[in-house]
């Protein structure tokens, strides 16, 4: 079935795919010390591949102190460290961020899955260790990807509904009448098993955005599903220090074909093609 010049209005974001950013998170229950933080800077070290080396520091907030001395300003603790790669014009490509209670990968340079995926591993496969002997529990490994689809037609011209499925669970049928920009927000929660509560959010929105000077119509669609351990109403979930990367690999690798599920759900069937999402 040929598309409509309404359908072939809207490309995606790349020529192989339509992801703008991705982005995986391991969370846990506990922070680390000062010492077994700056032991996961050290494991980490300096690769070539990250250059930017930044301290992340929290809030300090002093609110209605009783002292009859002004207060001496104090330094806010280090929160984490970050590694990152910037382009020469200043743009993020990458960047992993180690916290006291988190481990969090970003790329705004896809490739594919096994590539980022195999970056992000390498980093959270080498400092799980210090978490879990912390005594820290699993809380939550989630996912999320940015998919950008774009027209240089006007707003009026514009059909974003027809690269969209009427049927679709994470879409209001009141935008398919729309002749104006729009967001749709959802979000549900499933219960996976006993011990896996999963959290999944999906934002599809219908914006008009400034790029380097030209403006372009963009349908953003954010998912970020999450599986969430050790909840109230679940079963306890011990990650096996010996098991670990396994585990969080065999996580992460569900959460990468729910996600495909989710965007093949919202997106047609002929743009599904066009970025190799597959069946």
């Known amino acids: 079935m040929a598309e409509t010049i309404a359908s072939r209005a809207f490309e995606p974001i790349h020529k192989a795919h339509a992801i703008d950013q991705d982005a995986v998170a391991v969370i846990f229950d506990r922070q680390l010390d000062d010492d077994a933080l700056r032991a996961a800077k050290e494991v980490i070290g300096k690769p070539e591949e990250l250059p930017g080396r930044t301290e992340l520091r929290g809030v300090s907030i002093q609110i209605g102190s009783t002292s009859p001395t002004p207060a001496v300003p104090t330094l806010p603790a280090v929160a984490g460290y970050g590694f990152t790669k910037v382009q020469p014009d200043g743009f993020l490509e990458t960047e992993l961020h180690i916290q006291r209670s988190a481990i969090t990968f970003r790329t705004l340079f896809y490739t594919r899955w096994a590539n980022v995926w195999g970056q992000a591993k390498r980093y959270i496969d080498a400092v799980l260790p210090l978490y879990l002997q912390s005594g820290a529990r699993l809380n939550q490994v989630s996912l999320n990807y940015v998919d950008k689809f774009v027209s240089s037609a006007l707003v009026e011209e514009c059909r974003p509904t027809e690269i969209l499925k009427k049927d679709s669970p994470f879409l209001c049928s009141n935008i398919f009448g729309s002749n104006d920009l729009w967001h749709c927000h959802s979000g549900r929660f499933e219960r996976r098993n006993d011990t896996t509560k999963r959290l999944i ?79």
């Open 201 to 279: 959010t999906v934002n599809v929105d219908f914006i008009s955005e400034t790029i380097h000077e030209q403006d372009r119509r963009t349908v953003v669609i954010a998912s970020v599903i999450a599986d969430l351990f050790n909840q109230a109403t679940y079963s306890p979930f011990d990650l096996d220090p010996n098991d670990a990367p396994r585990t969080i690999d065999a996580c992460f690798q569900g959460l990468h074909e729910a996600d495909k599920d989710v965007l093949r759900s919202i997106i047609s069937d002929d743009m599904s093609r066009r970025i190799a999402l597959g069946s």
